[in-house]
């Protein structure tokens, strides 16, 4: 089981779940032909979901394309349950990066017959995490910059200002759903640019000028 790093130092808790959320991103929702949600379309990945980012990461092949989806990702310290915002915004421990891999078609046949994502999103190795800096960098969390580029070329471009339900809130209404544990992890939904990664993309993730993350996409077995 993944246990995050936070400011270079293994976390205390290893990773519980991760809690996610789809299209918090206008144009992102937009890109994909989906509408804009009244309340966030909240889901979860497993614990064993979560891998290293940096260095290598597996992508499952013959099941059709395999998506990126760069998305800010919160390391939670504390437990919260039915939090208000300032409760939430205390319980962040970290704040990181992670690919929120989707196999695209596979969630397609679902979506097409009203069933649940998990097939597409929550399979393991599903959430490679980059190295979490602690969320005492963090002054704003309406303008965290968050960029990525596959072999180079720059392919997601965002900040968490375009976010539809912002981060407290987003954590306000999950812990009301869930309860949320120390070594959890949040996904916050990814900006427009979405596409296919392929076996020996390269990838470069950034946050801010916080934490810039190099990883290699291998072949799952
Ligand atoms: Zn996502």
Redesign the pocket.
């Known amino acids: 089981m993944y246990t995050p790093i936070l400011d270079a130092e293994e976390f205390l808790s290893p990773t519980g779940k991760v809690v ?1 959320v ?1 299209r918090n991103y206008a144009a992102h929702a937009a890109e994909l032909n989906n509408p804009v949600p009244q309340q966030p379309l909240l889901f979860i990945k497993p614990a064993d979901a979560v891998v290293d980012m940096a260095g290598e990461f597996a992508i499952p092949t013959g099941q059709g394309s395999v998506h990126y ?1 760069l ?1 800010i990702a919160l390391l939670l310290g504390k437990k919260l349950k039915n939090a208000d915002a300032a409760q939430a915004l205390a319980a962040i421990a970290g704040v990181g990066l992670a690919l ?1 891999l989707t196999l695209r078609d596979v969630q397609s046949g679902l979506k097409d017959k009203a069933h649940p994502w998990e097939r597409a999103k929550a399979f393991d190795g599903s959430c490679p995490v980059s190295p979490f800096v602690s969320a005492s960098k963090v002054t704003d969390w309406a303008n965290i910059g968050l960029q990525l580029d596959i072999n180079g070329a720059s392919r997601q471009d965002g900040s968490s200002a375009a976010m539809l339900f912002p981060i407290a809130e987003l954590l306000v209404e999950m812990s009301r759903c869930f309860t949320l544990n120390p070594g959890d992890i949040i ?1 916050t ?2 900006p427009e640019g979405v596409g296919e990664l392929k076996v020996g993309d390269a990838v470069q993730a950034r946050l801010q000028d916080w934490l810039s993350v190099d990883g290699v996409v291998t072949a799952a077995e």
């Open positions: 996610c789809g989806e998305e929120d996904i939904g990814t």
